[in-house]
């Protein structure tokens, strides 16, 4: 379950409630990690979305793709 406090680089992609948690204090972390520890269905959705997201993010599969077309961006930028 991936959680964090509200930052303002937080990846726009990432949805509280839908793949991750989000919090603003101690308190408020304390208030909802209650209220998930009520619902493990809930857990287990965020869970598999926060999952998903990782995955299709940062695996080695996908930081390749990154870095190769960044690279066919640079191969076709024409120079000065």
């Keep these: 379950l991936l959680m964090s406090d509200q930052y303002e680089e937080l990846q ?5 409630g839908h793949n991750l948690i989000l919090f603003n204090s101690v308190d408020e ?3 909802v990690l ?3 520890l009520q619902n493990p269905d809930q ?12 995955e299709n993010r940062f695996s080695y599969d996908a930081m ?8 066919s ?3 076709t930028t024409p120079t000065q």
């Design 12 to 16: 726009a992609e990432l949805r509280h």
């Design 29 to 31: 972390f304390k208030t």
């Design 34 to 36: 209650a209220q998930l």
């Design 43 to 54: 857990i287990a959705t965020i869970s598999a979305n926060g999952r998903a997201f990782i």
């Design 64 to 71: 390749a793709k990154t870095i190769l077309d960044r690279f």
């Design 73 to 75: 961006a640079l191969e």
